[in-house]
């Protein structure tokens, strides 16, 4: 059985697909080992030339620590593919220690104070 989504709906789980994996850090050729598919298989998928099965969305995640519904766009906090990195940022900075945080936080201040005016 294979997940029937629209061209659209197929990139934008492609693109969720690849930020999650270089999110945790995974090369397409680990991910491949993981799962038991060719590296090549994940390019395709990574590319939104390959449909992708029910199992192997749930794999995805598994493998991923994200669930299914974001990587199907379903979960109503990450509909946007443009936001699937700010979320996964977030879900990440939710494991840190309280002074790790601070410590970020003060980093991205300091960026963004620095950062040219980009409006």
Known sequence: ???????????????????????????????????????????EIEAG??????QEVTAFAAAFHVTAAWLLGE????????????????????KLKREDLDRVLSLLAAVCRDAPDSR
């Open 75 to 94: 979960a109503p906090e990450s509909m946007d593919p443009a936001d699937a990195r700010i979320q996964l940022a977030a879900r990440e900075l939710k």
């Open 1 to 43: 059985m294979t997940t029937e989504r629209a061209p659209d709906a197929r990139s934008a789980m492609a693109e969720r697909l690849r930020i999650a994996r270089e999110h945790a850090g995974l090369s397409q050729g680990q991910v491949a080992r993981l799962l038991g598919l060719h590296r090549p298989t994940i390019s």
């Open 49 to 54: 030339r390959r449909r992708v099965t029910a």
